[in-house]
């Protein structure tokens, strides 16, 4: 059974920073796109991240590019999410989420429905 764990979420204040990790369990990943997602209450999934099969290509939300890096082991069958100058609105549940596809560009690969794999979410509340 194919499992993604997410950790690391937590209360911080504005401006601080939280390190989320993801592990994989029941298959590799190492060949496949993988990415984080948010959703705050009332609002839909939203992309933040994207990373390659090999971790030299990235791609971002605009509201996170330059605070936020994503970055993959695959050695350890994992990705995280660093997150730097931490804002209220970041506020959301975060979801680690896994293709199967091999992908040769990820640009395009910002929706929820193209990942068919997803953990259970952890929460990241930032306060003002």
């Known amino acids: 059974q194919v499992q993604l764990v997410e950790s690391g979420g937590g209360l911080v204040q504005a401006g601080g920073s939280l390190r989320l990790s993801c592990a994989a369990s029941g298959r590799t990943f190492s060949r496949n796109t993988m990415g984080w997602f948010r959703q705050a209450p009332g609002k839909e999934r939203d992309f933040v991240a994207a990373i390659n099969w090999s971790g030299t290509n990235t791609v971002y939300a605009d509201s996170v590019k330059g605070r936020f890096t994503i970055s993959r082991d695959s050695a350890k069958n994992s990705v995280y999410l660093q997150m730097s100058s931490l804002k209220p609105e970041d506020t959301a549940v975060y979801y680690c989420?896994?293709?199967?596809?091999?992908?040769?560009?990820?640009?395009?690969?910002?929706?929820?429905?193209?990942?068919?794999?997803w953990g259970q979410g952890t929460q990241v509340t930032v306060s003002s």
């Open positions: 989420a896994a293709r199967v596809a091999v992908d040769t560009t990820i640009v395009r690969l910002t929706s929820y429905s193209v990942y068919d794999y």
